[in-house]
């Protein structure tokens, strides 16, 4: 069965945006060896049975403690899987950074605006259109909370692509490879 | 004027300037880099963390981790 990880930074949604899309039929489980707990559900979506995974929250892919571990380590073992990063708009800039992480991973991603209520009144302005032209992957503004936005995203999921880091970096002018 | 995040002073407002080699790329996650504009929010006492705003965002830093990054401060 295909799987889709729901992966970003703590606090942007990752879990209100799982419990909108799985519904009741949750299980949460524990990955073996650590006592880090994540959430799994069964859904169609698009009319495929999909399994559906609330990653832990983890800031980068360099992991700093036991749940960004798992985070990494969910990644790394499913290479066939979509992955769905879920950026908190308001603070883009820190959850781009673990988009482009996971761009480089290769992984066939779509992007969720989560949050875009928060960034409209803090008067963050966001062109997502250029943002999905930049990265290469479906950018969809969502709501979560209000379950806005996610048919959009969910129907976006079929063009779900991995990105090209070359590309990206040729668009915006800089040189990869080089951090910080 | 130069100095540490770690000295920073409550309310006082800088650029990041230099940060350690050695964790650039475990605070980049959380939009921490070079050239970010950050405001010194709390100091916790007895050597606990110091929290800086970036971005709009509070973000807490362990005084080890402060002690590596250098701030130009404004003023």
Known sequence: ?180 | MEKKLSQMKYEEKGRIKEIDQSLRTKVAGMGIREGKQVEMMTKQPIKGPVVVSIDRTNTSLGLGLADKIIVEVEG
Not at chain 1, 1 to 6: F, W, Y
Not at chain 1, 23 to 41: C, L, M, Q
Not at chain 1, 58 to 65: A, G, H, I
Not at chain 1, 106 to 118: E, I, K, Q, R
Request: aromatic share 4%; glycine share 10%.
């Open chain 1, 1 to 180: 069965m295909k799987k889709v990880l729901l992966m970003g930074q703590s606090n942007v949604g990752k879990s209100v945006l799982f419990n909108r899309l799985a519904g009741a039929r949750v299980t949460e489980s524990n990955y073996p060896g650590t006592t880090v707990d994540f959430a799994k559900g069964r859904v169609r979506l698009n009319g495929e049975d999909v399994e559906i995974i609330d990653v832990p929250g983890t800031f980068s892919l360099e992991p700093k403690d036991r749940a960004e571990e798992v985070a990494v380590r969910m990644l790394e073992e499913e290479k066939e899987a979509l992955v769905v990063c879920i950026i908190d708009s308001s603070k883009i800039e820190r959850g781009l950074y673990l988009a482009l992480e996971i761009i480089e991973k290769g992984c066939p991603m779509v992007v969720a605006l989560n949050m875009w209520d928060v960034a409209k009144n803090s008067n963050v302005k966001i062109d997502a259109k250029k943002l999905e032209q930049i990265l290469g992957v479906p950018v969809v503004p969502t709501v979560a909370t209000r379950g806005e936005g996610l048919k959009e995203l969910v129907l976006r999921m079929k063009k779900a692509a991995p990105g090209e880091i070359e590309k990206i970096m040729e668009q915006v002018g800089g040189k990869s490879g080089t951090h910080g």
